[in-house]
Nanobody, 119 residues
Framework: QVHLVESGGGLVQAGGSLRLSCVIS????????MGWYRQAPGKQRELVAL???????NYADSVKGRFTISVDNAKSTLSLQMNSLKPEDTGVYYC?????????????WGKGTQVTVSS
């Protein structure tokens, strides 16, 4: 069983920073693509950042220049450093991993961590 556990969410003032972590129960090398998504109240889940295996990172335009996605293979952890936070960044942030097993792909999600940015 593959488990993804997010942490690091909380309440922060606008302009502040948070660092989210996602600890994965198996090696990160098992995944093709990992990323962070978020869902604001009343809105659909949206992509925040992606980090493909061996590829360049990708960011939503709304967070580009403020957020940084990274991986720590030794700790099997996906992270999201969030700086200059804005109230519109508020939402539940989810860790995601895309795994290729033989010729079949599998998607895994964490349960999410709440990020609230106050004015």
């Amino acid at each position: 069983q593959v488990h993804l556990v997010e942490s690091g969410g909380g309440l922060v003032q606008a302009g502040g920073s948070l660092r989210l972590s996602c600890v994965i129960s198996i090696s990160i090398s098992s995944f093709n693509t990992m990323g962070w998504y978020r869902q604001a109240p009343g809105k659909q889940r949206e992509l925040v950042a992606l980090i493909p295996s061996g590829g360049r990172t990708n960011y939503a335009d709304s967070v580009k220049g403020r957020f940084t996605i990274s991986v720590d293979n030794a700790k099997s952890t996906l992270s999201l450093q969030m700086n200059s936070l804005k109230p519109e960044d508020t939402g539940v942030y989810y860790c995601h991993a895309d795994q290729l097993v033989l010729s079949e792909r599998h998607d895994y999600w964490g349960k999410g961590t709440q990020v609230t940015v106050s004015s």
